[in-house]
Every structure is written in C-alpha cells, then in structure tokens.
C-alpha cells in the first residue's frame, strides 16, 4: 500500500513564529508534490506544489523544501498568523494528478 | 471565475438506502476526481475522470459505489446499498493546466 505519511498530528505556534510540517512518501514514481489548506466546512485549497526536479519553492510566507533521496518534503509557514489556524494536508501524485495520496493532516493553530 | 459546484452540501441517509451526488467542474477543465474525506483522515481518492473516460477507478468499491460523466462536464457519483461506514464527506475536484486541483464544498453525507 502506497502511504505519504504526515507529521505532526496537531501543531501550536504562537503568532510570528515558523510552523513546520513533515510528510514522507514511499513511490519514488511520484513527481508532484502540492499542499492543501483546509477549513472547517471548506473542500481544501492548493496552497503551493513543488516537482522533485528543485528542492526549495518559496510563495509568499510559504515555502516547500524537497529531498528527493530521503523521499521527504516539508511546508514551512513564516511569520505564522493567526488565519493560518487550519488544517493542511500533504499529497502526492504521478503526473496528471493519477495516483493522488493525501496524508493524514495535520491541525495548526497558531496563538495570538 | 466559478469554482466547482457540488449538491446537496448535506444528505441524511438510512444503512441500505441509495444516495446520488452531483458535481458540475470549473468550465474547461478536462480531469475530474471524487475523493472521500471520513472526519479527521485526508481525503481518499475514489475515481478519476479524463473527459468522459474512467483513468482509475482502482480505490472504487464497486460493489456499491458507482460514478459517471456523460458529456464530460458534470458528475454524479451514487451509493447504493449505503453502510454506515460511508459516513463521510465527498468532494468533487477538478483540474488546470498545470495539474493544480480545485475543490468543490464538499457533501457531507450521514448514514443512520
């Protein structure tokens, strides 16, 4: 069973600092990497993706870093603010979308 | 520019009874999946349309579960018998030029 595993569960940031969140996946097929943030309530929104061909992407706050050989990549959230607090999900997928496996989550909340 | 439309947002179902959801993608956008989302899990990917053509359908319990989409625009997805471990919520996504997938709402579905 293809699994992309995510960590941590659940994360508390105070406002202002970097909130990190690690997933690993296992199909060294996989060639694209997306990010989703998800609200109560919402269907989940691409936040930034990366492909195994860079190992750092930077938008705004957010930036993925990508380690082809330990099959892992991260999201990182800089200056973290309190609209943040939500749950984001990692994925991975073969080109096209097909295969696409989320992790599990992982519940942010970032203190005022 | 409209996002991806899904109906109901809500259904209230007894076990054995049939269920049908509807998702109507961003105009243009060729690939459309059906995920399900059980509450505190990653969305799980049940099929994946190109057009009007099945791409996978390999997590579908077939059994119960079936999905369509005639013309190539919109989709229905339908359960039928339910079970309780259906409960759950479905989303609809569609697809841009750049692999980037655009959720629906979502319906939350509870089976009694």
Redesign the interface.
């Known amino acids: 069973q293809q699994q992309v595993k ?1 960590s941590p569960q659940s994360l508390i940031v105070q406002k202002g600092g970097i909130s990190i969140i690690n997933c690993a996946y296992e199909n060294t097929a996989f060639d ?1 990497f ?1 990010w ?1 943030q998800q609200f109560p ?6 936040l930034i ?1 990366i492909r195994p061909d860079v190992s750092e992407k930077k938008e705004g706050r957010f930036t993925i870093s990508f380690n082809k050989s330990a099959k892992q990549f991260s999201l990182h959230i800089m200056d973290s603010q309190p609209g943040d607090s939500a749950t984001y ?1 990692c ?1 991975a ?1 073969l ?11 992982t519940r942010l909340f970032v203190k005022a | 520019e409209a996002g991806v439309a899904q109906s109901p947002r809500y259904k209230i179902i007894e076990k054995r009874q049939s269920v049908a959801f509807w998702c109507n993608p961003i105009s243009g956008h060729a690939t459309l999946y059906w995920y399900q989302q059980i509450l505190g899990q990653g969305p799980k990917l049940l099929i994946q349309f190109q057009n009007n053509g099945v791409v996978d359908d390999s997590q579908l319990p077939k059994d119960r579960f079936s999905a369509e989409r005639l013309k190539g625009v919109d989709s229905t997805l339908k359960i039928q018998p339910a079970k309780l471990e259906d409960s759950a919520v479905y989303l609809c996504a569609s697809e841009g030029l750049r692999y980037e997938q655009y959720f629906g709402p979502g319906t939350r579905l509870t089976v009694t």
């Not at chain 1, 080109?95 to 989550?105: D, E, N, Y």
């Open positions: 995510q694209y997306p989703y309530g919402k269907g989940p929104a691409l993706a999900f994925a997928s080109t096209g979308g097909f295969k696409t496996i989320f992790g599990a989550g």
